[in-house]
């Protein structure tokens, strides 16, 4: 079964997470099938890009496979992987098309970040977000650069930090979710959205996009820079692979510090 499902319909390119089963996790390959099907859809004529999920949730983060031998990878590959993450990331703040993320489930970790910084996200009440990274000793490198840019950094640092669950309505107040929608009237909701947009100069709305990201570039570029640095030195360390093992062994860790 295909991870992703894309498709057409009048001008609007729906690109569906597909991997139901295990609650659209990512995978690497996944986040590569991401990056061309935004690509494609940058490249293309259609006027609007829609992300979805199939099933429960929009996207559960990092699929368990991914984590499956993330102790035995080599620095060359935990770069590898941070790249690819802010590859992903990059291109879709950077889509010439305007983008909207419809939300009807948990949308954690990575899944906070492909949701939230879509042009526009829509999301039912209840439906949870959080940048869960720090639980596991990760560091959410890439996508703190962007979470600064949309909500600051003092709020940045409480989620980052914290690493907690967080439902739509308070991403609403914290300006990383549009709209909350019942979940009978999301599908009419966007379609409305979607409306507004086709209405709308396509050559304007390119403009207007490539104008925010250019003010935005020398910052991101230093930042995802940084970004990249810190993650690879965090897999290095004991916090990060006792982290992912108490992580796959379904047990509290004891970090570096807890140790005595």
Not at 78 to 93: G, K, N, P, Q, S
Not at 139 to 157: D, M, N, T
């Amino acid at each position: 079964m295909a991870s992703l499902i894309v498709a057409e319909v009048e001008g609007v390119r729906r690109i569906t997470l597909n991997r139901p089963e295990r609650r659209n996790a990512m995978t690497p390959e996944m986040q590569v099938e991401l990056i061309a099907a935004m690509e494609e859809a940058g490249a293309s004529d259609c006027r609007v890009v829609v992300f979805a999920g199939a099933g429960e949730a929009f996207c559960a983060g990092l699929d368990l496979s991914a984590l499956q031998g993330m102790n035995d990878k080599s620095a060359a590959e935990h770069a590898a992987d941070a790249e690819r993450i802010a590859r992903l990331f990059r291109t879709l703040y950077e889509l010439p098309k305007p983008t909207i993320a419809v939300v009807h489930g948990a949308a954690i970790a990575g899944g906070t970040g492909l949701a939230t910084m879509c042009d526009f996200t829509l999301a039912v009440p209840g439906a949870k977000f959080g940048y869960t990274e720090v639980r596991i000793g990760f560091v959410p490198a890439v996508v703190s650069a962007f979470l600064v840019l949309q909500i600051g950094e003092k709020q940045a640092r409480e989620l980052l930090l914290t690493g907690r669950l967080f439902t739509s309505e308070e991403a609403l107040r914290l300006g990383l979710v549009n709209e909350v929608v019942e979940a009978e009237r999301l599908k009419a909701r966007t379609l409305e959205l979607v409306g507004l947009l086709k209405a709308n100069s396509p050559e304007a709305l390119a403009a207007t996009k490539r104008l925010l990201r250019a003010q935005n570039k020398a910052w991101l570029d230093a930042a995802i820079a940084a970004a990249l640095e810190a993650n690879a030195e965090a897999r290095g360390t004991y916090d990060f692979r006792e982290g992912v093992a108490a992580f796959l062994e379904k047990r509290k860790p004891v970090w570096k510090s807890d140790r005595g």
